[in-house]
């Protein structure tokens, strides 16, 4: 959210965001806009006096939202009964989308926690910039409607970002606003074609992801997925889209596959067009060699004068140009998908029928004034232009613009039937003769096309062109489905179905298994232990991390990467079979998850961290965002939860799909909820105490499976590592979940250790000083104190333990203070240093206050050490370590933590205060 600035009166912007999956407010993508109106608490609408009634006639369509009645007019009740200012906005901005052709129906608007006067108004969306911009426009319209003495709206921009951005200043005028968002909607939204296969394939449950700004769309994920850009699929050939192309190699081929076709020849210049004209026989047809949309086509042509203007019309819109026999009869376009007819449509020529008063000119713009007539491809049909190919057909048979023609005369403007002229469409799809459609289909396998446009020119579809004459004329890829859809006489055809099934055949969701995870502490090393789990289960994995995405084990992104963005990076790899997610706190609250519902969904924890920031004040608030994820788990999948946090355990009531918990209390020591739930027969990953770290034991169906002894996993330390025997847990819980043998989860788990490689920046350690270094990523007080448990384990090991410490600096001040007291419960010497992004703070705040904890937890002056440079600070320690000690490092940019570490050279050291090495403890004397 971007913060706006403050106001007395009125509405105020505070922040706007959009959502583009499941999210705290709901499970679809939504637009956010935070709004005070602590001026306008006074007035609800029914202290308003006119303000319903001027809003329900700007915007008459809001008399059939339901709202919470959830019934027709509902809406006008609550005005009446008196509601909220935002709450209007919210149904203002759907109705403007809906109104601009952008349907959009779910919202809601909701009072935020702790700050009167503030709500949040949130609303469905198709397009996200239609939907910013409709929210913006909603603001003002309200305000438009208020009395004078509460007008005011600031911080608009904040409800809407572009590069380019919309005005609408002064007035507020309904016309332009409403032109406004169409035009942008133009802009943005899919063509009718694209958007009707989206459409079919979200009503499957296939997921859909856009590719670019256009019309490249992904359906499905991973290994499942299939791309398409109109009608053109990622099945279709490329030879059979260049021949098609190509109308003489197209006629060739179809005339070698029986297929009845005119005859006509390639022409390069005027002359040779009428000579050829003239051998094969008037009527003629005269058009570019690699034209579409009918651009350049002429039709009919009798005369050697109008073959060469024939001509010169065709070669305008390619090098080469064709002359052809004119089949006599109507123009059908038959589809064809999947070698099946799915639909044919009768194409009329654009044209105005004179009613003996007024002139062509008039009844042009009579025509256009239907409201199925729009720009381009945006609506039923396409809004006639006047240009030189009309006036020419018009100059043809004798009449102008000025002319009237006598009443129920037809008046040709096109010589061409495509829509995107002018033309209309009649379904005729139950009409079309059985050897018609033979035809069609052979056509279209001759060429090689999944999905093809034929255009069959015939006398009557209904009887067969080798018997009334006539043939194909057209072989098209990439046809447009609008006049199937949506045709001007007839009935509609959904032929985005047979598309949709084409590519994911009945029984397949173009689906693969995605596995996110959440928590405070526990994500990373999760993560890598489900993947490693499902390498072995023979699955191509990609997955997410902080420290980047991995594809089949290699890294392709070095970012942290666990948040929407990288998840959606795994979902469109044509290779993945499976996704594992790391799904962080900060990705939910931005813009929510990077996908639209998931298979297993696990927390693993709830502790206080980034408490403070974005809104989450409370470790209950950070329940509420973490239960995101689980709220997302489809109702065939599973929710695996921490039993042993009662926050996490909590979220069965919300979470979806079957739940799953896991816990460190198993046997005798385990809890009523557990035994209740195993007791049930339900599915619960235990470990139960004993030698050996104890035993990792499934209940599942009244059953006990005993799995494996924790120790026997390199990445616990033989049981001491506690933590990791938790996340060891959850990763088998979501494995075993998924249907995984355990003899794979056991073998897997055998081999997975805490490797740089394996695991880098979780308990990387390393033996080649003389002493010991352990390198991992604790960065909150309740990854210090799981760390602090291995460290106690290991010390009777060790002669001293020297620790790095650090905690980024957007963490409460109590927060930071408490990471330096539980430092000094672990350590014998500390060094505390600082990110290298201070996130707000002032160079040297965060030492002091880590110095602070440690002090008030009675830690020794001269045992404490304030190194801001995350290197020096490394250096320190290594430099102060002898043989036996353990050197704990926490290092921020991990990797290179890891070369400094391999190449440090024990024998070069420099202590703090040798030789210009920086410790800064005249610092420390200031500091409480």
């Not at 005119?262 to 009428?274: D, H, L, S, W």
């Not at 009443?407 to 495509?418: E, H, M, Y």
């Not at 050996?692 to 005993?706: A, N, P």
């Not at 290092?891 to 050291?909: G, I, S, Y």
Request: glycine share 12%.
């Amino acid at each position: 959210m971007t913060e706006g600035a403050a106001s007395k009166e009125g509405i105020r912007v505070i922040a706007s965001k959009v959502y583009r999956g499941p999210n705290l407010f709901g499970d679809i993508p939504m637009v956010h806009i935070q709004v005070d109106l602590r001026a306008l608490e006074a007035w609800p609408t029914d202290r308003l006096p006119g303000f319903s009634d001027s809003l329900l006639a700007l915007l008459p369509g809001l008399r059939r939202h339901g709202c919470s009645y959830q019934e027709p007019g509902g809406f006008v009740r609550r005005l009446e009964e008196g509601t909220w200012l935002g709450h209007v906005a919210e149904h203002v901005a759907l109705e403007l989308q809906t109104s601009a052709g952008s349907p959009a129906t779910r919202g809601k608007t909701r009072s935020v926690k702790g700050r009167p006067g503030v709500y949040d108004i949130l609303f469905q969306y198709r397009e996200a910039k239609v939907g910013l911009l409709a929210g913006r426009l909603a603001l003002q319209l309200v305000d438009s409607l208020l009395p004078e003495d509460l007008h005011g709206v600031e911080g608009l921009d904040l409800a809407y970002r572009d590069d380019q951005e919309p005005v609408l200043s002064g007035a507020f005028d309904l016309s332009a606003a409403l032109d406004l968002l169409r035009r942008m909607n133009r802009k943005v939204a899919f063509g009718p074609t694209t958007g009707a296969i989206v459409a079919e394939a979200v009503r499957r449950g296939i997921p859909v992801l856009r590719l670019d700004d256009l019309s490249l769309v992904q359906l499905g994920h991973g290994r499942q997925q299939q791309r398409l850009r109109a009608s053109i699929s990622g099945m279709t050939s490329y030879i059979a889209t260049e021949t098609a192309s190509d109308k003489n190699l197209t006629k060739l081929i179809l005339t070698e596959a029986g297929v009845p076709v005119p005859k006509g020849v390639v022409v390069r210049g005027a002359e040779e067009a009428a000579v050829q004209a003239a051998r094969l026989g008037h009527p003629v047809v005269t058009k570019p060699l690699d034209g579409n949309h009918g651009r350049g086509v002429s039709l009919g042509l009798v005369t050697a004068d109008e073959v060469r203007w024939g001509y010169e019309q065709a070669a305008r819109h390619g090098r080469r140009v064709i002359v052809e026999q004119h089949f006599q009869g109507r123009d059908y376009r038959v589809l064809v998908v999947g070698g099946e007819v799915v639909a044919v449509a009768e194409r009329v020529p654009a044209h105005v029928v004179g009613d003996g008063a007024g002139t062509v000119a008039a009844l042009i713009e009579e025509v256009n004034r239907d409201p199925r007539r729009g720009e381009g491809h945006e609506s039923v049909m396409t809004r006639i232009t006047v240009d030189d190919h009309v006036l020419a057909l018009l100059e043809r048979a004798g009449l102008g613009l000025d002319s009237v023609p006598e009443a129920g005369q037809v008046v040709w403007l096109r010589d061409t039937a495509n829509l995107s002229t002018g033309g209309t469409a009649i379904d005729r799809t139950d009409e079309i003769h059985p050897e018609n459609a033979v035809i069609a289909r052979r056509a279209a396998q001759a060429i090689g096309l999944d999905i093809a446009g034929i255009d069959l020119i015939a006398p009557d579809i209904a009887r067969s062109v080798r018997d009334t004459g006539g043939g194909v004329v057209e072989v098209n890829a990439a046809p447009g489905f609008r006049m199937h859809l949506e045709p001007s006489a007839g009935r509609p055809r959904n032929v985005a179905r047979p598309v949709v099934e084409m590519m994911f055949p009945r029984g397949t969701a173009g689906r693969i298994p995605i596995f996110a995870i959440t928590g405070t502490n526990g994500k990373s090393t999760t993560v890598r232990m489900l993947a490693h789990i499902l390498r072995h289960h023979g699955l191509c994995v990609g997955f997410t991390t902080t420290t980047g995405v991995y594809v089949d084990g290699e890294r392709i992104a070095d970012w942290d990467a666990s948040g929407p963005r990288s998840a959606r990076m795994v979902l469109r790899d044509p290779t993945v079979d499976a996704a594992v997610l790391e799904t962080a706190r900060g990705g939910i609250l931005r813009e929510g998850l990077g996908f639209d519902r998931c298979d297993v969904g696990a927390v693993l924890n709830v502790e206080e961290d980034h408490l403070g920031l974005k809104g989450v004040e409370t470790i209950e608030d950070l329940a509420w965002v973490k239960s995101v994820v689980v709220e997302a788990v489809h109702r065939d999948g599973h929710s695996v939860l921490n039993a042993d946090d009662p926050l996490t355990a909590r979220m069965a009531r919300r979470a979806g799909g079957r739940t799953v918990y896991f816990s460190m209390r198993g046997g005798d020591d385990m809890p009523e909820l557990l035994r209740r739930h195993v007791g049930r027969g339900g599915l619960a990953v235990l470990r139960e105490h004993g030698a050996r770290g104890g035993e990792i034991v499934i209940h599942e169906d009244g059953e006990r499976l005993s799995l494996m002894c924790a120790a026997e996993i390199p990445a616990t330390f033989g049981g001491l590592a506690e933590f990791n025997i938790q996340n060891a847990l959850a990763a088998v819980a979501m494995a075993h979940a998924h249907g995984v043998p355990l003899k794979t989860i056991r073998g897997a788990l055998a081999a997975f250790s805490t490797s740089f490689e394996q695991s880098p920046g979780r308990l990387n350690v390393y033996d080649g000083h003389g002493f010991r270094v352990l390198l991992d990523y604790a960065h909150n007080p309740a990854g210090m104190r799981a760390l602090g448990g291995l460290v106690k384990g290991l010390r009777s090991q060790h002669r001293r333990v020297i620790g790095m410490v650090n905690i980024p600096g957007d963490r409460r001040d109590d927060d930071i203070r408490q990471m330096g007291e539980i430092a000094a419960g672990i350590f014998d010497e500390i060094v505390f240093r600082e990110d290298p992004a201070r996130r707000g703070r002032k160079p040297g705040e965060i030492v002091d206050l880590l110095a602070e904890g440690a002090f008030w937890a009675g830690f020794p002056r001269e045992r404490t050490h304030c190194i801001l440079d995350e290197q020096q600070a490394a250096n320190v320690c290594l430099s102060l370590a002898q043989p036996g000690d353990l050197v704990v490092l926490t290092p921020t940019e991990v990797e290179d933590m890891w070369k400094q570490v391999l190449t440090f050279d024990p024998a070069r050291a420099v202590r703090p205060g040798e030789d210009g090495q920086h410790d800064d403890r005249n610092r420390l004397r200031g500091v409480a």
